[in-house]
């Protein structure tokens, strides 16, 4: 079974930067970025296929980035200008399809990561 890390996260203030890492064990073809904050409802953050279409939430755009190194088998979230409301247990995922081109399916095939925190104070 494909498993994942995360690692990267921490308390920062607001403005701050982070660098999620995510660690997959083995190829997938797709991954992305969740969060979830407490009392709220998992979240889509980002999202990116294998020929590096990228997709971002509204409340990231331009100041969130997605990556990955497919030799390595390992995703990136950079976040920066980051604001209170990120603050978040974050997630990985990845699996055999799609992100963007078949969320729902993804969703229901993808295996996932244990959460790192972020924590971001004003």
């Known amino acids: 079974e494909v498993q994942l890390v995360e690692s990267g996260g921490g308390s920062v203030q607001a403005g701050g930067s982070l660098r999620l890492t995510c660690a997959v064990s083995e190829y997938t073809y797709s991954q992305a970025w969740f969060r979830q904050a407490p009392g709220k409802e998992r979240e889509g953050v980002a999202s990116?296929?294998?020929?590096?279409?990228?997709i971002y939430a509204d409340s990231v755009k331009g100041r969130f980035t997605i990556s990955k190194v497919n030799a390595r088998n390992t995703l990136y979230l950079q976040m920066n200008n980051l604001k209170p409301e990120d603050t978040a247990m974050y997630y990985c995922a990845a699996a055999q399809v799609g992100a963007i081109a078949t969320p729902t399916l993804f969703l229901q095939l993808a295996y996932w990561g244990k959460g790192t925190q972020v924590t971001v104070s004003s």
């Open positions: 990116i296929e294998p020929d590096g279409t990228t």
